[in-house]
């Protein structure tokens, strides 16, 4: 092993500093408490302690750890679904004729939806046992993550700068290069800001994920949402802030340890031809590099990382002649053809099953109620993307205020809506106010930080060079605005507003219906009918509303955010 390969080394072998020592504990108590969480899944269902929850708040380290590993398994999860799902999307045009609207769809669909189908599949995988059933909850937190970053990527991959594709092309990049060299670096910025989000989003459902209830059984799985459900249930305010005061603590603890060095990593990745405002290397990344041991298996890491990048491999042709542009129209026009008589064989199979079941009144005040969620979701957007925009451009713009905001952002994105239930049903009860309007907030409590995320991450990613130019014009005011800033974060805006509106969807779920002990609040809309119909296991009514809300979140997407997707790739792709 040189020297020179590895500078690390460059002063010979030498005994482990203090910082190995400090790094050799931390590592090792994580593979320790890795080690119990992965004993407790082992357990079976009906073992004493295994699906128990308790209120003492000496439990919280423990139930704390098992969420938090619950939460970054399904992270990972998520980022291999990023990868192949959203580059797929980004990479084929047939694909993305399917993918992106399934994609839409899978967002729109509500985390109930998903619990109902799963729960059962993963059971049977591991009947009687602890295993089955952390599968299916770390499944349920993957589905409120995944779609959020691969949005994210598919926005990158497809506004990739044309002058950045030339090059690539110039220096006969094959796929597989070209993706790791150009197309990953350069979606690393604004990947990073929002597996930040995703974390949170995670945190917002982990009260339904760590429930599981298959026929009349019902098993709580020990973690933090589980034991703020039995607080909210016992109306204990005491342990509400127990759970509260656990879930910033983890908060901040991966928020220093993890998310802040990855932001100052990928802020390396910025496209810019001039020196940007970068703020000062977090702690626990000066940390890593003061130790010997970690700084050599990082420098290893990072060599078997570019050898692999590097690969010439390639998964595409090489460039079609000119004369063979009819055939591929003859393939579209057969793929759209299968892809239309696909669709209307599931629509054939649907409406079947709906007029066994179902009548056109069913669907009548399916669609009605849904009209009423999209009201409230367009004024939502409208409102959220009023307050946050300037904000988010104003922290992207400053990096320091970027850092010092990010742990905030990160728990009040994590707030579960339903520990604000009960002051806010009393609020509404004490003053005689109209749940129609007064529940309507809850739906975007945490579906808003998706807007301020990506345009926190578009404002970082802004190159440095344009924002010269646009000083030394003199370019100021209202004008900097609509000709500057707005054009450089849209792509990310479009990102964080597609999420936030098909996440204000879901949680119309839960917010179009609010309880605290007796006192139960119900506002009109689709979220509300999806929720009754599931408290009275009528699935064919639950099939209905999701359904209608997919379609409605599906048609929503491609009328307005689509246009603006298409718009934004023409306008950095020819810039």
């Given amino acids: 092993m040189s020297a020179t390969k590895y500078p690390s080394m460059a002063a010979g072998w030498r005994l482990p500093n203090l910082w190995d020592a400090v790094a050799f504990v931390c590592v090792i108590g994580a593979l320790i408490a890795f080690g119990h969480v992965a004993e407790g899944t082992l357990k079976r269902i009906d073992a004493p302690g295994a699906t128990e929850i308790s209120l003492d708040p000496w439990n919280l380290p423990n139930y704390a750890l098992r969420t938090t590993l619950r939460m970054f398994a399904a992270l990972a999860a998520s980022l291999f679904f990023t990868f192949t799902y959203g580059t797929a999307a980004a990479k084929s045009r047939r694909a993305a004729l399917v993918l992106v609207p399934v994609l839409d769809v899978l967002q729109s669909v509500p985390i109930l939806g998903f619990l109902t189908f799963t729960v059962v599949f993963f059971m049977n995988l591991f009947p009687g046992q602890v295993l089955g059933l952390e599968l299916a909850a770390i499944f349920a937190i993957f589905t409120s993550q995944a779609w959020n970053m691969a949005f994210s990527i598919y926005q990158s991959l ?14 006969h990049l094959t796929g597989w290069q070209k993706f790791w060299k150009l197309e990953v670096p350069f979606a690393a910025p604004g990947l990073v800001w929002n597996t930040m989000m995703s974390m949170s989003g995670g945190w917002f459902f982990v009260v339904a994920s760590e429930a599981v209830t298959v026929g009349d059984n019902s098993w709580k799985l020990p973690g933090i949402g589980s034991y703020v459900a039995l607080a909210l249930e016992q109306r204990d305010i005491v342990a509400v802030g127990w759970a509260i005061l656990a879930m910033l603590l983890v908060i901040l603890a991966y928020d220093q340890l993890l998310f802040r060095p990855l932001v100052a990593w990928s802020a390396k990745f910025r496209f810019e031809t001039t020196a940007g405002t970068t703020a000062s290397d977090p702690w626990m990344l000066r940390l890593m590099r003061r130790t010997r041991l970690l700084k050599l298996i990082g420098e ?94 104003w922290l992207g713009l400053r990096p320091v205020w970027a850092r010092r905001a990010q742990p905030v952002a990160q728990f009040l994105a994590a707030f579960p809506a339903n520990l604000l239930f009960p002051p806010v049903v009393l609020f509404i009860v004490y003053f005689h106010l109209s749940p129609d309007i007064w529940l309507t907030p809850l739906m975007v409590l945490g579906t808003q930080w998706y807007i301020l995320f990506n345009v926190v991450a578009g404002a970082a990613a802004f190159p440095g060079d344009l924002k010269e130019v646009a000083a030394n014009f003199r370019i100021g005011g209202w004008l900097w605005w609509r000709k500057v800033i707005i054009p450089g974060i849209f792509p990310y805006y479009v990102t964080g507003a597609i999420t936030a509106s098909g996440g204000s969807w879901n949680a119309a779920i839960v917010a179009e219906v609010a309880s605290w002990g007796d006192t139960k609040l119900q506002a009109h809309g689709l979220g509300a009918y999806i929720a009754d119909a599931t408290d009275r296991g009528d699935m064919p009514r639950v099939i209905l509303g999701v359904v209608v809300m997919s379609a409605f979140v599906v048609l929503f997407n491609r009328l307005l955010w689509r246009p603006m997707y298409a718009y934004a790739q023409r306008r950095l792709t020819l810039a």
């Fill in 158 to 171: 497809k506004t990739v700068p044309a002058d950045l594709a030339e090059c690539s092309r110039s220096f």
């Fill in 300 to 393: 290893a890491f990072g060599d078997a990382a570019a050898y692999l990048g590097g690969l010439r491999l390639s998964f595409t042709g090489g460039p079609r002649a000119a004369g063979r542009s009819e055939p591929s129209r003859w393939i579209d026009a057969l793929w759209i053809a299968l892809l239309l008589a696909v669709l209307a064989w599931a629509i054939w199979r649907v409406q079947g099953f709906a007029a066994r079941e179902l009548s056109w009144s069913d669907v009548e005040q399916a669609v009605s109620l849904g009209l009423i969620t999209l009201v409230r979701v367009v004024v939502l957007m409208i409102i959220a993307s009023a307050i946050w925009v300037p904000i988010g451009v």
